[in-house]
């Protein structure tokens, strides 16, 4: 009796201090439900939740090579766009609104490429879990090995992990029977990091690197169990989950990989290419369009970088400044420690710089370090890894020391803008800490013209910043953009208009000064991610265009700051939204 009395009052009590569902506004009804995705979201994607320092879910991994899986996902996708549905847009908050949009365009899209058979190619020369694994097992990454739960945690997940290589091989198979192929140059360069992973001793693995590196916080019992575990599982199921993996893609699918390079020659591959290309640039530009704006930037910037040559007095023509540039030991360092204390030196430089541009910039840090040696040889020059949400783990602004032939001294200040401050940096970590954003545009999209053009627009902003000074180091950021506008030709080449791998490459050497270890690799990434590319330069092209128009329209009213903030606060946003964005902070502002 007394029990039931007590939940009565409970009751009321919950009613008096929470409004019903019936005085709810659409908004609250909507981010409840937005609120209640974002959890699903992280059990289904329970890495994802650990790259974000919440640690709920560190020793759950989802085996995504099952047929259930994917028969699974659709039927999420089909739930949750029934429930978005479900909700009155006209009745949203403005912001609101734009949510709403955003996840439409999201699901349907996803929705759209569940008929294209992505999970028949897990793995490339540029990632896919085995790779992906070994760095979460380094105890480098973002999987926490700072206690006793953190280590018990990863044994699960890794354990778990062995299925799903085994799926993968499964999948493979079931490609090799459907024809959709990773072609055999690519192939060729996966081979020797699978070998690097599929050692025998555990002791000799990457996986073994926290073992070797204890945290005082674990206790010497544990640390005994842990390891005792820990040889057991690489001993008697990862390492040889590997080894399977490895003799499969050596001895079974390499000789049968393709031997075309065009996402069109796969089966239904032109509406794939398409697909991609929408998803990559979130415009309607055709390829052809998009091949054609990318010849004019290239022309473009090989005048400007004439003017360079001229400005330093180089005799000889722009072939022979590219081959001076590529030669001349001068312009690369020969230790890859000194490449990174030269990075560390412009973290700081720039840091002091940026609040001549900007009012607004994350809170948490970042760290240079250098890509792993296991995937050093195929991975990109530079990347960005954003810090945890919890301020655990600062972003972490990778570089690549494989071919330091590949790292121009003159490339450091815009690679620097790109990857770090203020460009992934500020535009992923400030959305991750904007509390007034829907966890959904805070984490879990990416809109590629929009985080990659946003990147390369701020390249852009180092002659304001007062970096740029030196001609050489102008031309490095000459050298990226060519880099960018490269791309829409060559992506649009190889999967479009039916190039070669080869007259790829020789595209890209022709016209910049790039080391030709890092144009093929930079060809081979297209070639197994077509459209991604794309992006970049669609979305930077279109901040720029974005900008003039506000500068033309409040005149002596424009001010940078505000527009970079307007651009930084919207999350993750497809183009069209973010002109709509800037467009009423223009009407806002005069």
Do not use: C
């Amino acid at each position: 009796m007394r029990r039931r009395h007590a939940l009565s009052l409970l009751a009321i009590s919950l009613s008096l201090s929470l409004p019903s569902l019936a005085a709810q506004t659409e908004s609250q009804r909507f981010h409840q439900w937005l609120d209640a995705q974002w959890e699903l979201t992280l059990q289904r994607q329970p890495v994802l939740a650990t790259s974000l320092g919440d640690p709920r879910y560190n020793d759950r991994l989802i085996d995504t090579t099952t047929a259930a899986y994917r028969a699974q996902a659709t039927r999420e996708l089909q739930a949750q766009l029934k429930g978005l549905a479900g909700f009155d847009r006209a009745k949203l908050a403005p912001k609101d609104r734009i949510s709403y949009a955003i996840l439409k365009l999201d699901l349907e899209q996803s929705l759209a490429g569940q008929r294209f058979p992505e999970w028949m190619q897990p793995i490339s020369q540029i990632g896919g879990l085995p790779n992906f694994l070994a760095q979460l097992g380094t105890g480098q990454s973002i999987q926490p090995f700072k206690t006793t739960k953190d280590y018990d945690d990863w044994l699960k997940r890794l354990a778990l992990a062995v299925p799903v290589l085994d799926g993968s091989i499964a999948n493979m198979r079931d490609g090799l029977k459907a024809g959709v192929v990773q072609p055999r140059a690519v192939m060729d360069k996966v081979l020797p990091q699978l070998s690097a992973l599929a050692v025998t001793d555990p002791e000799k693995s990457l996986f073994w690197g926290p073992i070797k590196n204890f945290p005082e916080a674990v206790p010497a019992a544990d640390r005994e169990r842990i390891t005792a575990d820990m040889r057991k599982l690489l001993a008697t199921q990862v390492l040889p989950a590997y080894a399977r993996l490895l003799a499969f893609v050596r001895d079974e699918y390499t000789p049968k990989a393709r031997t075309s390079t065009a996402w069109s020659a796969l089966p239904d591959g032109k509406a794939w290419y398409a697909h991609r290309v929408r998803q990559s640039t979130t415009v309607t530009l055709t390829p052809d369009e998009i091949h054609d704006i990318g010849l004019k930037e290239v022309a473009r910037i090989l005048g400007e970088m004439e003017g360079v040559r001229k400005q330093v007095g180089f005799q000889g023509d722009l072939k022979a400044f590219f081959k001076h540039l590529q030669d001349d030991p001068k312009y690369y360092y020969s230790k890859p420690e000194d490449l990174l204390a030269g990075y560390r030196d412009l973290q700081n430089k720039i840091n002091a710089l940026t609040p001549k541009l900007f009012d607004i910039q994350p809170k948490a840090d970042y760290e240079v370090r250098e890509v792993e040696a296991f995937r050093a040889e195929s991975a990109a020059g530079a990347s960005y890894q954003s810090p945890s949400t919890d301020g655990s783990r600062p972003g972490v602004f990778y570089v690549n020391t494989f071919n330091l032939k590949a790292q121009p001294i003159f490339g450091m200040e815009t690679l620097s803008l790109h990857e770090a401050s203020p460009g992934h940096h500020f535009q992923v970590t400030i959305a991750q800490e904007d509390q007034d954003l829907p966890k959904f545009r805070r984490y879990g999209s990416s809109y590629v013209a929009y985080v990659e053009g946003w990147a390369l627009y701020a390249e852009s902003l180092g002659k304001e910043l007062g970096l740029f000074t030196d001609p050489y180091q102008w031309y490095g950021r000459l050298s990226d953009e060519q880099l960018r506008a490269m791309r829409l030709v060559v992506d649009t080449g190889l999967h479009h208009k039916g190039w070669t791998r080869d007259q790829a490459i020789k595209y890209m050497l022709d016209n910049s000064s790039m080391a030709e270890s890092d144009v093929v690799s930079e060809v081979e990434r297209y070639i197994v991610w077509p459209g991604q590319a794309l992006g970049y330069k669609i979305g930077q092209l279109e901040m720029t265009k974005l900008r003039a128009e506000a500068e033309k329209a409040l005149g002596a009213k424009f001010d940078i700051k505000g527009f970079h903030r307007v651009v930084l606060t919207a999350g993750q946003v497809p183009l069209p939204v973010l002109r709509e964005l800037v467009m009423e902070w223009v009407k806002s502002a005069r």
